[in-house]
């Protein structure tokens, strides 16, 4: 887990600060702490373009100007009031959610594939996620799934948070694309060697890290606290929810909230992100009616939509300041799933790829499979062609779960797993584009210096 520097109050990111941050960070002993993925100057990220709007008799102003004390403290003070008493149950409950430690069942269900790929001789894997599963065990899995391969590039992209694999350094990173004002990702990967100094770079991850975990409690507090009452009632209309099913869901956030502060001082900051509330509420499925968890789990849906709407992509580092931070390591970069914000495909970004296909992104294969070569016949000569990549977007850490508790689209993805490449469809565009996964191995990983 990478370190965290100090709290400090967040502004808008710029490079510089960025420098001054990034001594800070490398000096600073220990690991970064639940506390310190909390709102360090209130709402500043809460709740953009309302200042001074009346919200149920408390303006939105006076919110944004709390301290993190004081924000903490009436989080707090909501969550007391809308909860009921903590439960041995509840406890328990929690401490399991937040565990990273591995039972034998589930090392079994992770290193003990379903499904083998015994004619895949090329693996690529460079949008994938192994967040608590330790490489050893990823390993296993591939070795099973994949007992035939003879030539693989693998490189993991946790969210905000740089992760080594067998010599290659990967991170899914946010950002903000000021010129059509949107946050956008990027799939970033480096021989590791170039990383081991790279201070600067550790510095924008980590903010970035504890600033995108902040939005949990944002999520938390629309839920809990009166003043976002509006906020909460527009999710309950398009969520179909009634008064019992949003006092259920606020009861339950609000005890959540509480078991977090009871066991902070044990909730590893990789958990301190929105699915922490749909993982709790899974829980629940063993005390009450399942399909009011299902409608619960509705809800909670409408409510984070709502919050990211809200969230200020302001505070995120500009697209191009990454870039050309990872440049100047000697980085390379995809843009993973384009089509959900298209207009990176015209901001002419200094990328090495994009990614034309992922299991939650699969209607414009073909066409940005064209959009790829269009744009590399307009390129100069001498120029590096775009290179067109497939993305699993595998999270292990859903194999991990319980089989009752399992997202049945998400457990079926796997690492290095990517249909289109062989669809018969899609191959036709393919090979007119000279694309195949070999090709995109030996050409990526001259890219990154191998």
């Known amino acids: 887990m990478p370190r965290c520097v100090a709290a400090v109050e967040i502004q808008p990111a710029r490079r510089a600060d ?44 006076r919110l944004m100007s709390l301290g993190v004390a004081e924000r903490d403290q009436r989080r707090a003070r909501a969550a ?53 599963i330790p490489p050893d065990l990823i390993r296993r899995r591939l ?24 010599g290659y350094s990967g991170v899914e990173v946010d950002c903000f694309s000021r010129s059509f004002n949107r ?41 809990v606290d009166d003043a976002y009452e509006d906020r909460l009632q527009k999710a309950a209309d398009r ?5 019992n099913l949003v006092r259920f869901v606020r009861v339950h956030a609000a005890k959540l909230y509480r078991l977090f502060l009871e066991f902070e001082s044990k909730t590893p900051p990789v958990a301190i992100r929105n699915k922490i509330l749909v993982h709790y509420f899974e829980t629940l499925r063993s005390r009450f009616d399942p399909r009011m968890v299902n409608h619960a789990e509705m809800l909670l849906q409408a409510v984070k939509e709502t919050v990211k709407h809200h969230f200020s992509n302001e505070f995120f580092y500009a697209t191009e300041e990454v870039i050309e931070e990872v440049r100047g390591l000697g980085g390379s970069i995809v843009v993973p799933h384009p089509e959900q914000f298209w207009p990176i495909l015209l901001a002419e970004y200094d990328v090495d790829g ?73 191959r036709k565009s393919l090979i007119v584009a000279g694309a195949d996964r070999r090709t995109v191995i ?9």
């Open 80 to 132: 007391d009031a809308v909860g009921e008493e903590i439960t041995d149950w509840d406890r328990r409950a929690y401490l399991k959610i937040i565990s990273t430690e591995l039972s034998d069942d589930q090392i079994a269900r992770i290193v003990e594939p379903q499904t083998l790929h015994p004619r895949q001789e090329a693996v690529l894997a460079v949008h994938w996620h192994p967040e608590f």
């Open 239 to 243: 969520a179909g929810a009634d008064e």
């Open 143 to 166: 070795d099973a799934m994949f007992p035939n391969r003879s030539q693989e590039l693998i490189i993991p992209t946790q969210h905000n948070i740089l992760v080594d694999y067998d």
């Open 183 to 223: 946050k956008v990702q990027l799939l970033v990967h480096f021989r590791t060697e170039r990383v081991a100094q790279a201070t600067v770079f550790r510095s924008m991850l980590e903010r970035t890290f504890r600033y995108r975990a902040r939005q949990l409690f944002e999520f938390i507090d629309t839920l």
């Open 442 to 450: 030996d050409d990526y990983k001259a890219r990154l210096g191998a």
């Open 354 to 426: 994009y990614e034309v296909w992922n299991p939650q992104s699969q209607e414009f294969t073909e066409f940005l499979i064209q959009v790829v070569g269009r744009q590399n016949k307009a390129r100069k000569r001498g120029d590096n062609p775009i290179l067109i990549f497939m993305g699993d977007d595998c999270h292990m850490g859903e194999k991990a779960k319980d089989p009752e508790f399992q997202d049945p689209e998400k457990v079926g993805r796997e690492v290095g797993v990517q249909p289109a490449w062989d669809d018969l469809a899609i």
């Open 18 to 61: 960025v420098n001054r941050r990034s001594d800070a960070a490398s000096s600073r002993p220990g690991g970064e702490s639940a506390r310190d993925l909390r709102p360090a100057c209130g709402y500043a990220s809460g709740i953009p373009g309302e200042a001074g709007h009346e919200r149920n008799g408390l303006r939105t102003e």
